[in-house]
């Protein structure tokens, strides 16, 4: 099993900037692409970014040029640099990761459980 850890999501005002992390542990042999998702209520999950194990990457349209994704491969951990946030960023943001387990080898989607991201004054 191998669980995923967000942080940094609370209220921010309009034009400020959040850091979202995710942090991944447990039965981990390789982290592969990783990726962050948010969700409005009632909604379905949107994607966001990712980022693969070679460091290439994909961001929607709608946000870039405002959020940027990083990852620290030694840390299993993944990054959202979010600035200039507006009020329609106000969701829940999901972490997303695709693992390669410890012993079985098996590749697995795992979700973190999501942190919320208030824009508002």
């Known amino acids: 099993q191998v669980r995923l850890v967000e942080s940094g999501g609370g209220l921010v005002q309009p034009g400020g900037s959040l850091r979202l992390s995710c942090t991944a542990s447990?039965?981990?042999?390789?982290?592969?692409?990783m990726g962050w998702y948010r969700q409005y209520p009632g909604k379905e999950h949107e994607f966001l970014a990712d980022?693969?194990?070679?460091?290439?990457?994909n961001i929607v349209d709608s946000v870039k040029g405002r959020f940027t994704i990083a990852r620290d491969t030694a840390k299993n951990t993944m990054y959202l640099h979010m600035n200039s946030l507006k009020s329609e960023d106000t969701a829940v943001y999901y972490c997303n990761a695709f693992v390669t387990e410890l012993g079985s080898r098996n590749l697995v989607e795992y979700w973190g459980q999501g942190t919320k991201v208030t824009v508002s004054i």
């Open positions: 980022v693969d194990d070679r460091n290439n990457i």
């Open positions: 447990g039965n981990i042999l390789k982290m592969n692409n």
